[in-house]
């Protein structure tokens, strides 16, 4: 069974860089077909996507946080990584990592979904 | 790239069916069957429900239904039961990933 947990502090000082890792375990990141990704949840509301990966390096970011984000993988640790620069306390909320299958949109059969999500993490952005 | 629209709050009585709305643009639901819908639990993570606008994965109860007209996608409910109490949000695929504004469910 796929599980994925995301790690790193709770709290981070406005103006610093966000950094998170998602470790998966029973499945190899380096798997075709499959993307990894970052999803944040501010409290009380809904969901954002923020970026996703594949494991050869291709990445996409949601254009409003393009500018101040990166999603890196360390195949090597079977990890992910999401840094997020300048944060802001709106960038407080819970981030969750998740496995993307995703293909097919321009030639093929065309798939979009997550399939297996982390527990999630509450990052406090304060000083 | 503006987040999907969903009704804030659906209730029914236990049996009853729910529907719930996910309105797009021609641009995301519109153009392409890949809306999925996830189902999250107070404290927990989402959960996928359903995916390409109508697919169940394994495991999960075909009390669950989804289907897509033009800009709207929609996920139906069927013999509503007191453990389907939770937030819902559906997603489409639009050069990017985009959510809906979530809707909560309650079974009175």
């Not at chain 1, 996409?60 to 090597?76: A, C, E, Q």
Request: some cysteine; hydrophobic content about 30%.
């Amino acid at each position: 069974q796929l599980q994925l947990q995301e790690s790193g502090p709770g709290l981070v000082k406005p103006s610093e860089t966000l950094s998170l890792t998602c470790t998966v375990s029973g499945g190899s990141i380096s798997s075709s077909s499959y993307y990894w990704g970052w999803i944040r949840q501010p409290p009380g509301k809904g969901l954002e996507w923020i970026g996703s990966m594949y494991y050869s390096g291709s990445t996409y970011y949601n254009p409003s946080l393009t500018s101040r984000v990166t999603v890196s993988v360390d195949t090597s640790k079977n990890q992910f990584s999401l840094k997020l620069t300048s944060v802001t306390a709106a960038d407080t909320a819970v981030y969750y990592c998740a496995r993307l299958i995703y293909g097919g949109v321009v030639a093929g059969t065309p798939t979009a979904f997550f399939d297996y999500w982390g527990q999630g993490t509450l990052v406090t952005v304060s000083s | 790239q503006s987040a999907l629209t969903q009704p804030a709050s659906v209730s029914g009585s236990p049996g009853q069916s729910i529907t719930i709305s996910c309105t797009g643009t021609s641009s995301d639901v519109g153009s392409y069957n890949l809306v999925s819908w996830y189902q999250q639990h107070p404290g927990k993570a989402p959960k996928l429900m359903i995916y390409e606008v109508s697919k169940r994965p394994s495991g999960v109860s075909n009390r669950f239904s989804g289907s897509k007209s033009g800009n709207t996608a929609s996920l139906t409910i069927s013999g509503l039961q007191a453990e389907d109490e939770a937030d819902y949000y559906c997603c489409s695929y639009a050069g990017s990933m985009v959510f809906g504004t979530g809707t909560k469910v309650t079974v009175l």
